[in-house]
């Protein structure tokens, strides 16, 4: 159980495209879910926030207008990363929490973005 | 805000031995702290965790134990295998429907065989 997906697992973009990165909720419905970044060797870095169907609470020094999330529904987020650069180049993580009152959050496999 | 730190950064064991991750953290009031495994190019994956209500908590060869007055939870691991090397974050939170996790740096863990 508690199973989370992300597609695509690595994409390549050239410079000034945007890419969406989903996020699913297999077996489980998720109220909250949440968008990480990870830099090589480096820890967890929490982007922002999202309960279904309501905007998005980015953390400070996140750009909401370049990192587009939308939790469209209990099961899926989106993260789009909009006029990509070089230095957008990472690991995006996201984790979704089975309900309200649960602690535990499950983490999905990452997806691996280069811009070109 | 909750400031995890963790040491030390890289732990090497032989294989079958013991190893022991420390982390402490600064807000008192976190009160849920789990461990997440992370292999090379993959998501983490939570393998215990612990609420602060209780000062232990064993799972097979992983137990975890939190001492709330001093700051700081342990994860523990016996009979160390190589499959167990792996990079290991501790984290910290308080509970509540929007509380967020608070990441140490990650441990990575070598077990030779």
């Known amino acids: 159980g508690a199973v989370v997906s992300q597609h695509p697992s690595w994409v390549i973009c050239k410079s000034g495209t945007s890419v969406k990165i989903e996020c699913r909720s297999l077996d489980f419905q998720a109220t909250t879910m949440f968008w990480y970044r990870q830099f090589p060797k480096q820890s967890l870095m929490l982007m922002a926030t999202s309960n279904e169907g309501s905007k998005a609470t980015y953390e400070q020094g996140v750009e909401k207008d370049k990192f587009l999330i939308n939790h469209a529904s209990l099961t899926l987020s989106t993260l789009t990363v909009t006029s990509a650069h070089p230095e957008d180049s990472s690991f995006y993580i996201c984790?979704?929490?089975?309900?309200?009152?649960?602690?535990?959050?499950?983490f999905g496999p990452g997806t691996r973005l280069t811009v070109t | 805000g909750e400031n995890v730190e963790q040491h030390p950064s890289t732990l090497s064991v032989q294989e079958g031995d013991s190893a022991v991750i420390k982390c402490t953290y600064s807000d008192s009031a976190s009160n849920y702290f789990p461990w997440y495994k992370q292999e090379l190019g993959k998501g983490p994956q939570l393998i215990i965790d612990?609420?602060?209500?209780?000062g232990e908590k064993k799972d097979q060869r992983i137990a975890v134990t939190l001492n709330k007055t001093a700051k700081h939870f342990s994860l523990h691991i016996t009979e160390t295998q190589p499959e167990d090397s792996a990079v290991y974050f501790c984290?910290?939170?308080?509970?509540?429907?929007?509380?967020?996790?608070?990441f140490g740096k990650g441990i990575t863990l070598s077990v030779r065989p």
């Open positions: 984790s979704a929490r089975p309900g309200t009152g649960v602690d535990e959050q499950y």
């Open positions: 984290a910290a939170s308080m509970t509540g429907a929007n509380s967020k996790l608070t």
């Open positions: 612990i609420r602060s209500n209780v």
